[in-house]
């Protein structure tokens, strides 16, 4: 074995060495020539509005504005000035003790200050940005082999956990490559392979059941002697039995099968005596018995196996129990077997009736023992040479596992493995598996390698059609293309329908890993899995719960994506998806609430006249949000500004104290009394303003996610207060709040989804794009399947540039 990774691991380092490039830098666009109108009135309002408090080599906030002296200074700090320019628009800047501009003069600034980037960015040359080589994380890698492979289990259990960067793990600048993954790579492909394709299959399965452990299909049929007996007598007579069947439920898969019985008869007739071996099929089965084939058989309860199918009528010679007849019959695929059972075929008019005596029966099968995932992956014409079915094999399997068709001299290197083996005696199978095993660990199929046929030219240019395919597969499903978007992709049909394949992609089963992989980590509902409230205070708290809420959220964004909802659903909705513990939880349950079976079972459940819809009031996110002891006004806050609002608050300033007040912790009074006496800090005021109005909005809900109406002994008080002396009380009005800043919640989600698609952070010449994305959106209701559709169609994700 360790010979066999060593062959197989030299190759892979020398092609990692060649593909693997650090990232380049970013490119910074030619800087236009300062402009005169921000050096005159931008200068004059910062002068006038701002420079008191930023300015310095203190500055409040950490911000410094005193630099800012042109076009230029402003364009080298786009990132900066983006969040100005949101503060100021809302109204937060400058604090409400200190003058206040116009309304004319915050918003002549503003446009001054978005008009020079405007006319940069309407001069500068579109850039689509350039992604670092990445290779597949841990699910990518997972969900690749489940549809390349046909494998059903997780081959990246074992895997190191992927870094994250920017929020997600697919990141391409910190998916890194440790020793030890390499390893772990190379011994889930040999595992992998092992399971799928196997040169000495086992031996086909036997089921035999004792004929006292079959079913009557009518009356109770005796026993003699461990066999089960079935006499004829004509139509009604009382002891007339018969058939027997036994029942083969959770066949592994369809095949050819052989069906065995042992029997005997008695009889004083001349005449042969004969039964009939059936097989319970599909109704629509070929070669289902007609009604014919069925009157020739006895036993009035015989029609109530149908439908079935007449494998064989045979003649029972054998008089002896001690050297009874034996019968194999082979049983036809694609029938749907379910059941086989023996019957007597009626005897002639005029014979005495028989007594059939049987002592076994059996099922055997699939005659081909192989694996679905043996036939399925070596497929081939098998009575062209040797040399013709490995070529065939190889260069389709390849094709699919490096994305793109594979090249001559890839497809001669493992012909090249393959025949080595086969030189060394090996079988053709074995052959096979060994040289799939190299293409299992080959940087093309663990890195998602985007070849450039132009690399060192700056010009944008697009991706070609099966790179595009690869970034909209790992996009929507997290793993690669499926035939229908290789077969567009050789036909260079595919960007010309984009639209079609999106909503396809996104009906498909497979999206569910928009949900598992980008909303879980967009809403940061991963530390759910490993979150400990109290339980002295939430005693109710168990892992059923934990799961439940879960799966409501994943439930929940799943309509939306399958239905193709609005996103604005995500802030407040009429529905959500409940089994029996999360209602009582949420108080929904009681005569009037929904019915469950069991405790399992989830159901859609209207919310209308509830305090519930929308993630903020979900379990799962007001768990993460808060302590474990308490809620946290500040968490929740700032998980609405940062993940629903796209307008995180600066970090906390050094040695500030947390909940204190003269140097000593704050225990009496509500929570929200505690945070009043926290925002007296100067230094904390202006931010938890923002952040604790908010996060105030959900203090009916606990810190599992449970309603109350008290804290304490005190009732709960849940008005909160924005800049702009905009007022809310309660979770309803809180999201009639945040409805209102549908803009800004559209760009957020635009901005974390192109992050998450493109596996790269944003830069400002990303832009151009995010605007447009968010610009369809509005003009198409907020449909969830048009902005996944414009990221696709934006040049960031169908573009490339090559070296700057």
Not at 340 to 367: N, W
Not at 723 to 743: D, Q, S
Request: charged share 25%; hydrophobic share 40%.
């Amino acid at each position: 074995m360790l010979g066999r990774r060593a062959f197989v691991l030299v190759p892979f380092a020398l092609a990692l060495a060649l593909l693997v490039r650090a990232p380049e830098p970013q490119s910074v666009a030619a800087q236009p020539k300062s402009g005169a109108a921000f050096k005159a009135d931008g200068v004059a309002f910062l002068k006038k509005h701002c420079l008191s408090c930023h300015s310095g080599e203190k500055p409040k906030a950490d911000l410094a504005l005193d630099k800012y002296d042109d076009d230029a200074a402003l364009l080298k700090d786009r990132k900066t000035w983006t969040r100005v320019l949101d503060t100021l628009k809302a109204g937060e800047m400058p604090p409400a003790a200190k003058p206040q501009p116009t309304a004319t003069e915050r918003e002549a600034f503003t446009k001054l200050v978005g008009d020079v980037f405007e006319k940069h960015d309407r001069t500068a040359k579109p850039d689509p940005g350039r992604v670092t080589m990445r290779r597949l994380n841990r699910n990518e890698y997972s969900n690749t082999m489940r549809d390349l492979v046909g494998i059903d289990f997780n081959p990246a259990e074992d895997f190191p956990s992927d870094d994250v960067g920017h929020g997600f793990d697919n990141i391409g600048d910190v998916l890194t490559l440790p020793p030890v993954l390499l390893e772990r790579y190379l011994a889930a492909a040999e595992t992998i392979m092992a399971r799928a394709v196997t040169p000495v299959p086992p031996p086909p399965a036997s089921r035999g059941v004792g004929t006292q452990f079959t079913e009557p299909a009518g009356p109770v049929i005796p026993m003699k002697n461990n066999h089960r007996v079935v006499v004829f007598k004509p139509t009604g007579a009382p002891i007339e039995t018969g058939p027997i069947f036994t029942r083969f439920n959770n066949l592994p898969r369809d095949g050819v099968y052989n069906a065995q019985t042992t029997v005997y008869v008695e009889t004083t007739g001349k005449k042969p005596v004969k039964i009939a071996i059936l097989a319970g099929c599909n109704k629509d089965a070929k070669g289902a018995a007609t009604d014919a084939e069925v009157d020739k058989l006895s036993g009035a309860a015989v029609k109530n196996l149908r439908p079935f199918v007449v494998l064989g009528t045979y003649e029972v010679k054998s008089r002896d129990e001690k050297k009874g007849d034996t019968f194999r019959v082979e049983v036809p695929p694609h029938i749907g077997i379910d059941k086989i059972a023996v019957a007597l075929v009626k005897p002639d008019d005029g014979e005495p009736a028989p007594t059939l005596y049987i002592r076994y029966m059996s099922l055997t099968g699939p005659m081909d023992s192989r694996p679905a995932t043996h036939r399925k992956l070596l497929a081939c014409d098998e009575t062209k040479p040797v040399a013709e079915r490995s070529r065939e094999v190889l260069e389709r399997f390849a094709g699919r596992a490096y994305r793109r068709p594979v090249t001559k001299d890839e497809l001669a290197r493992l012909l090249k493995l393959a025949d080595g083996r086969i030189s060394a005696g090996e079988k053709w199978d074995a052959a096979m598996q060994f040289a799939m095993t190299a293409v299992l660990v080959s940087p093309k199929f663990l890195f998602r390698v985007e070849l450039d046929d132009r690399p060192d030219s700056a010009e944008p240019h697009a991706i070609d059609e099966y790179q595009l395919a690869s970034r909209m597969s790992y996009f929507m499903w997290s793993s690669m293309p499926d035939q229908e978007l290789f077969d567009l992709a050789s036909k260079k049909q595919l960007t010309t329908n984009i639209d079609a394949q999106v909503k396809r992609m996104l009906r498909d089963p497979r999206s569910t890993a928009l949900v598992d992989n980008f909303v879980m980590q967009w809403l940061q509902l991963q530390p759910l899995k490993t979150a400990n409230p109290d339980l002295k205070k939430f005693p109710q708290f168990n892992d059923q719960l934990r799961a439940s809420m879960l799966t409501e959220t994943k439930l929940f964004f799943g309509e939306v994506i399958r239905e193709d909802r609005r996103v604005l659903d995500i802030l407040d909705a009429d529905f959500t998806y409940l089994n029996a513990p999360l209602a009582r939880h949420y108080g929904l349950g009681g005569p009037k609430g929904p019915r469950f079976r069991n405790n399992e079972e989830f159901q859609r459940v209207d919310l209308k006249g509830t305090t519930r819809g929308g993630v903020l009031t979900q379990a799962s996110v007001l768990t993460v949000t808060s302590n474990p002891g308490r809620t946290s006004p500040v968490k929740r806050g700032r998980y609405v500004l940062e993940q629903l609002l796209g307008t995180p608050p600066p970090p906390p300033p050094p040695n500030v104290p947390e909940l204190e007040k003269d140097g000593k912790p704050v225990n009496a009074g509500t929570l929200r009394q505690q945070m009043e006496a926290h925002r007296k800090n100067v230094a904390c005021a202006n931010c938890h303003a923002k952040m604790d109005g908010l996060g105030f909005g959900l203090e009916n809900f606990d810190a599992i996610g449970g309603y109350r109406t008290k804290d304490g002994d005190a009732a709960i008080d849940s008005s909160g207060e924005l800049a702009g002396n905009v007022k809310f009380t309660g979770p309803a009005e809180l999201k009639a709040v945040l409805l209102g800043k549908k803009e800004l919640f559209a760009k957020c989600l635009t901005e974390k989804m192109m992050t998450y698609a493109l596996g790269r952070g944003l830069e400002f010449y990303d832009r151009r794009a995010v605007d447009g994305v968010t610009a369809a959106l509005a003009k198409n209701d907020y449909k969830f399947s048009v902005i996944v559709t414009e990221i696709v169609k934006s040049d960031p994700f169908r573009m490339r540039r090559g070296k700057q």
